[in-house]
């Protein structure tokens, strides 16, 4: 005896297209494509935000200060960077056995808020970590602001009659 089975196209579809979404997730950072950059081409990154500035530290162990490019536009940090092919630089010939560490153009954009002081942006590395300070305008600087009045209190003294 045959079974009939029924056929959904639409079904089908979705779960072709979960299939399809769950693959350039694994691609992607952001899992959309054209706009999320190969994980494996990524400079990792962390910002920071404290009362003065906003520190963004990246990892760029390997790449000579010279080949990183800092621009900011637009409320958005780039950073780039190309660390070019060893094998390639000194002519050797070879054959690898185990190849994972990583050539080519790195680049990283994050938006930042616009409170940045676009003339203060300063960069420095250490030990295969960039440190870029930029730091905030001084109008969005918390301020403290003092409550006129409180320093006097009315007190109204009053006398009993019953002694």
Do not use: C
């Not at 900011?72 to 940090?77: P, Q």
């Not at 680049?107 to 300063?122: A, F, K, L, Q």
Request: no cysteine; proline share 4%; net charge negative.
């Amino acid at each position: 005896m045959a079974n009939l089975i029924r056929r959904d196209p639409i079904r089908e579809m979705l779960s072709w297209n979960r299939t399809m979404e769950h693959m350039l997730n694994n691609l992607y950072d952001d899992g959309e494509l054209g706009f999320g950059e190969p994980l494996n081409l990524r400079i990792p990154l962390d910002v920071i935000e404290n009362e003065d500035e906003f520190v963004v530290k990246a990892d760029v162990a390997g790449i000579n200060p010279d080949d990183i490019e800092i621009t900011y536009t637009e409320n958005s940090l780039s950073i780039k960077a190309e660390m070019s092919d060893e094998r390639e630089e000194k002519g050797e010939e070879g054959r690898y056995h185990l190849r994972e560490r990583r050539y080519g153009t790195f680049s990283r954009t994050i938006s930042m808020p616009g409170t940045v002081d676009v003339e203060g942006i300063d960069a420095e590395t250490e030990n295969g970590v960039l440190k870029i300070h930029l730091p905030k305008k001084e109008e969005v600087k918390p301020r403290r602001i003092e409550i006129k009045g409180a320093e006097k209190q009315n007190v109204i003294e009053g006398k009993s009659k019953n002694k």
